[in-house]
């Protein structure tokens, strides 16, 4: 069933692919959630293996992205999300329309801002490559959409950076270009130059902090 099923879970990992995260990686993961959609389903209901399987595979994958995220949201925040999320539901039902944040937060006991802020904490983030029109020739994706803020300030941050970077040493900066600019991850970096991913980390972690000193 697993053998039979890989196709499956590269499909599926596909649509995660604008997300930076390994290929590796995710297959992987999608493996994981392919081997519990086998575990937990049922042969004789009459229901195809993929119409179960592939929610399965994207649930696993989403949890993966979610728990690697650098944004980590504490536990309380999710909780509060949650028990809000539930609470909003059941006023929906109930009143045949959606509850104002006052009215949920009226309920919980707690603060209209604690419940947009725990809200608003748990959403996915979007990426800057997720396409929001194409007309078949041209796509305008998320980022094409975000305004240019820039200003001297910035412009004199960024020239700060530069000169920062020039005083790194010649691995330093391989590493950092390669981390940063080229986007590899650190066991990437590892295996490119030669030295292990703790070695790399380490080097990474002492170039951001100079040039966080001198900027």
């Not at 592939?54 to 999300?81: F, T």
């Amino acid at each position: 069933m697993i053998q039979g099923n890989l196709r499956l879970v590269l499909s599926v990992i596909q649509r995660f692919s604008n997300r930076g995260e390994n290929p590796d990686d995710l297959f992987q993961v999608g493996v994981i959630g392919l081997i519990k959609a086998i575990d937990h389903f049922d042969p004789t209901l009459d229901v195809r293996f993929s119409t179960y399987g592939v929610p399965m595979i994207i649930g696993e994958v989403r949890r993966y992205l979610r728990d690697n995220n650098s944004i980590r949201v504490s536990r309380s925040l999710r909780d509060i999300a949650y028990h809000a999320m539930q609470i909003k539901e059941k006023l929906t039902n109930e009143n045949n329309r959606e509850p104002t944040v006052e009215e949920i937060a009226k309920i919980m006991k707690i603060p209209k801002e604690n419940v947009v802020l725990a809200l608003e904490a748990i959403v996915e983030p979007v990426s800057l490559f997720e396409p929001v029109f194409s007309d078949g020739n041209d796509t305008i994706y998320v980022m094409d959409q975000i305004g240019d803020n820039n200003d001297d300030k910035n412009w004199l941050e960024e020239l700060s950076i530069k000169d920062a970077i020039k005083n790194l040493s010649q691995r330093e900066k391989n590493i950092i270009g390669l981390r940063f600019f080229q986007g590899k991850t650190q066991m990437e970096v590892a295996n490119e130059i030669g030295i292990s991913q703790a070695q790399v980390s380490r080097i990474e972690k002492g170039a951001l902090n100079k040039i966080k000193r001198e900027v």
